[in-house]
C-alpha cells in the first residue's frame, strides 16, 4: 500500500485510472463472452431480409438468452443507422424523445448518435429533447446497447435513440406516419424495446385465467395472445387487446408506433416471435414474474 502526503497524488490518480480502465476491459470480455455464448445458442441464421427487432430490455442474468433469438438475426452488411424505441419507464412525457448525447458507450464499443437524422426529426417540431439525466436513467434502450454493439463490431453503423412516451392512440399512429418513411430505406434497421407481462402483487396485476390451468400457463396464454396480435402487424387490434386485458407490456407504446410504422409503410414486413420466457413459474399469488419475448420483423417477398 502506498500512501500520500499530498492531497493530489499524480501516482494514485494514475494507479485508479489503470484500476478502472483494466476493470472495463474485464468487464468487455465477460460480456462479450456472455453474448456470444447467448448468440451461438440461439443457433438462428443471419438474414438480409430481417429489418427489425422486438427484444426485452431486462438485466441480462434474466432476459440475455432470450434477446439473442431478436438480435442473432442480424446481417449488420448493408445497415447503415439503427433507430431504437424505447419506452420510458420514470420519466412521464406525451411525446416522443430524442437524445442530446452524441455517443452512446458500451464496454464492447462506442455507438455514434446520427445528429442528421436527430435534426432532421427535431425539425418536425412533434419531437422533444431529452435531459441528459432522464436518458441515463433509462434502461430500456441501454440494455440493447452491448447486443448491437456486438452484432455490429466492426461495421460503420449510427443510432437514432427515441423514447417513446406515454403516448395516446392518436399520437401513436401520428409518430408510426411520421417515421414510416424510414423503412423504406433499406439500409434502416430498428430495435424495439419491450419486455412482456409483469405479474404479480408488486406489479399490481395479478389477471388469472383457469382454464388455463397454473397461474404461469395463464400468463403465458395472455402473453402469446398479444404476440399473436402483433404479428398480424394490426395497431387497432392491439390496442384493443391492451384494453381489454391490460396486459402489464411496458413497450407497449414503442410496439404500437412501430406496427402504425409497418401500416403506413410501402415496404412489407412481417413480425414473426420466435422465442418466449418467464423470469419465473408463477403458481401462487404471493409469486411474480416479467415475460420476455424476442421477434423479427422481416420482409415480406
Known sequence: MIECENDICIDCIMNTLHLRALFWLLLASRLEEELDGWLRAAGLTKSADVRGVIAPHAGYS????????????IDPANISRVFLLGPSHHYYTPKCALT???????????????????????????????????????????????????????????????????????????????????????????????????????????????KHGQIHKSIEALDRMGMEIIETGDPDSFKQYLQEYENTICGRHPISVFLHMLKNSSTKIKIGFLHYEQS????????SSVSYASAAAKLDN
Request: negative net charge; proline residues 4%.
Open 100 to 210: 442530446r448525447a452524441t455517443t452512446y458507450s458500451t464496454p464492447i464499443g462506442d455507438l455514434p448518435v446520427d445528429q442528421e437524422v436527430i435534426e432532421e426529426l427535431k425539425a418536425t417540431a412533434k419531437f422533444e429533447m431529452m435531459d441528459m439525466r432522464v436518458d441515463e436513467a433509462e434502461h430500456s434502450m441501454e440494455m440493447h446497447l452491448p447486443y448491437l454493439a456486438k452484432v455490429f463490431k466492426g461495421y460503420d453503423v449510427k443510432v437514432v435513440p427515441i423514447l417513446v412516451g406515454a403516448l395516446s392512440s392518436e399520437s401513436e399512429a401520428m409518430y408510426g406516419r411520421l417515421l414510416a418513411k424510414y423503412i423504406d430505406d433499406p439500409r434502416n434497421f430498428f430495435s424495439v424495446s419491450s419486455d412482456f407481462c409483469h405479474w404479480g402483487s408488486r406489479f399490481s396485476y395479478t389477471y388469472y385465467d383457469k
Open 280 to 287: 419465473s413459474q408463477c403458481k401462487t399469488f404471493r409469486d
Open 62 to 73: 434474466y432476459s440475455g438468452r432470450s434477446a439473442a433469438f431478436a438480435f442473432g438475426n
